[in-house]
């Protein structure tokens, strides 16, 4: 599959952060989703399931008001089926929320700050993955 015919749903309550993610998903050819809320995130879901597609990766913030990445995560499990891998970007370099993190099933931890580099090589990597567990 081409990047253009991938879907990203990147999750972070910082405008600013989703409005540059967007831009190198975009520019990496990605078909790029994003969500600020748990509400946000309903919405992106709905559309995609009405839109026929499927969201091959989510990029989630730990730190969000009202809810959690983790409680986001949860609630993720519950309404997708099945989750499609997720890629923790977050500020948060604790080992506990790390190993947290790869409980509930994320794929990769990256802190932040990173590059669009570094995250476009980690969505090829576990979009490379997912493939060969096909």
């Known amino acids: 599959m081409t990047p253009a015919s991938r879907t990203i749903l990147v999750i972070d309550d ?5 409005t540059l ?14 969500a600020a809320s748990w509400d946000e995130v309903a919405d992106r879901v709905k559309e995609t399931y ?5 969201i ?4 989630l913030d730990l730190m969000m008001p009202g ?18 891998p997720v890629i ?9 929320q790390q190993v947290q993190a790869r409980e509930l099933g994320v794929s990769r931890y990256l802190t932040k700050p990173t590059t669009p580099k570094k995250l476009i090589d980690t969505i090829k990597t576990v979009l490379a993955e997912k493939e060969k567990k096909k």
């Open 21 to 34: 993610l967007r831009l190198a998903l975009n520019k990496a050819r990605y078909r790029a989703l994003v």
């Open 88 to 96: 923790m970007l977050t500020a948060v370099t604790g080992f506990e």
């Open 56 to 59: 091959d990766i989510i990029v």
């Open 50 to 54: 009405q839109e026929g597609l499927a």
């Open 14 to 18: 910082e405008r600013d952060t989703l």
């Open 67 to 84: 809810r959690s990445g983790f409680d986001i995560m949860r609630s993720l499990q519950v309404v997708l089926t099945p989750v499609p």
